[in-house]
């Protein structure tokens, strides 16, 4: 039965790919990886309102007067004897060294930038704009 798991788990700004989570690679088991990109004529993307209330998001999407949701599917793509020979190193975890192949082969296809930044550093950062916002409001 097929299941569909966002590896990610969060989005980027929609420029940059965050490192997967282990949950769907940690099984050995193919994926069939899919990504969506995102065009407006100024520049607003769903991706950038993650932080934001979603009242405040919503006007900022109304107020894109073109745009484009594009979501791309590629191959699948399944770990072989091939794969752990030449990919992987003995040092990562199995998971680790296909979801790093994954997550560059889905990079060069997107066209997307490498980052250090975790979904931690997503959440973190997230908490931070909602605590100066709520600040900001109660002065």
Not at 14 to 40: D, E, I, M, N
Not at 96 to 118: I, L, N, P, Y
Request: glycine fraction near 6%; charge should be positive; aromatic fraction near 14%.
């Amino acid at each position: 039965m097929p299941l569909c798991i966002f590896p990610e788990g969060a989005t980027s700004n929609g420029t940059h790919l965050l490192k997967f989570q282990k949950g769907a690679f940690l099984s050995g088991r193919a994926v069939k990886p899919h990504f969506c990109k995102y065009w407006s004529v100024n520049g607003v993307s769903p991706c950038h309102g993650d932080a934001i209330n979603f009242v405040a998001h919503i006007l900022v999407c109304i107020h894109s007067i073109f745009s484009l949701y594009t979501v791309y599917e590629m191959p699948v793509f399944e770990p072989n004897e091939y794969f752990w020979k030449n990919h992987w190193d003995g040092k990562e975890e199995k998971w680790e060294a296909f979801a790093r192949a994954v997550r560059q082969s889905t990079m060069e296809v997107g066209d997307f930038h490498d980052t250090d930044k975790s979904v931690k550093d997503k959440l973190e950062y997230k908490k931070l704009v909602r605590a100066t916002s709520r600040k900001a409001k109660a002065e």
